[in-house]
């Protein structure tokens, strides 16, 4: 059994582990209010602008736009989400474990030099590169401080890319957040817009009569690249929302096994105590009867 003295230190540490789990769960549920707020107030006009932009094009089907062309993929470019710290659970660890999964699907029919990776968040481009990936680019600040102009400038690059040829496919690779207790892995094709995928606000808004000024090819010219853009912004602030939520969950998790593991210490610091006075009082009385 311990000794006292070892028990007691024991305590202490644990009790200062405490304190650093309860303040970075409070910080982490600060963040998350306002990243929450963010991506609560974003993904409703973000999805029903999608669900327009999918109608039209389905309906239209004269009008031509160069981001809903299929072609067979010989070069795939995938944007992966992550952190850029530790402590929130298997949040990092579930994008990097993905990530390779997507590598060895594509791997077999392309092969590995023609995957490219944009990551963003420190973890994942650390986990990219220990798989050896190609990494074309990687993006610290914007995993910390969502930036609209950021990941505009990326998904115009993208646009870009995609139409010259260069790229014939690009994933997005995130967290969608549900809710603070659940955050659901999400792989999704970002490039070219799927125009076949089905969900509730496509189906609502597909029998919908659109008037369209000044024209339709203006229209396609000049909405469609900003709707696009927007998703990706849309998905790093999912992102984020989900990486607070599962630091928050993490934190508060640490700092409820601290109390757990201080519990035990004590009672087992209270029963090393009472055996030491037991033997003290047994040693007081066997030295009186002597």
Known sequence: MASLKEVKGRIASVNSTKKITSAMKMVASAKLHRAQGAI????????KLYAILKAFLSKDVDIQSPYVDQRPVKRVAI?????????CGA???NVARQLHSMVKEYEASIGKENILVYAVGKQIA????????KIEKIFLEMADK???QETSDLAEELMKRYTSKEIDK???LYHHFKSTASQVLTRETYLPVDLSAKDDDSENTRSMDFIIEPSKEELVE????QVISLRMFTALLDSNASEHAARTVAMQTATDNANDLIQDLTVQYNKSRQQAITNELLDIIGGSIQ
């Not at 944007?79 to 402590?87: D, E, Q, V």
């Not at 650390?126 to 990936?133: E, F, S, T």
Request: glycine share 0%; net charge neutral.
């Open 91 to 93: 949040y990092n660890a």
């Open 146 to 148: 969502p930036s609209y």
């Open 79 to 87: 944007i992966a989400f992550s952190s850029n710290s530790t402590l």
């Open 170 to 172: 690009v994933e997005l």
């Open 126 to 133: 650390q986990a990219a590169k220990k798989a050896d990936l």
């Open 222 to 225: 000049s909405l469609v690249p």
């Open 40 to 47: 609560l107030h974003m993904l409703p006009y973000e999805k």
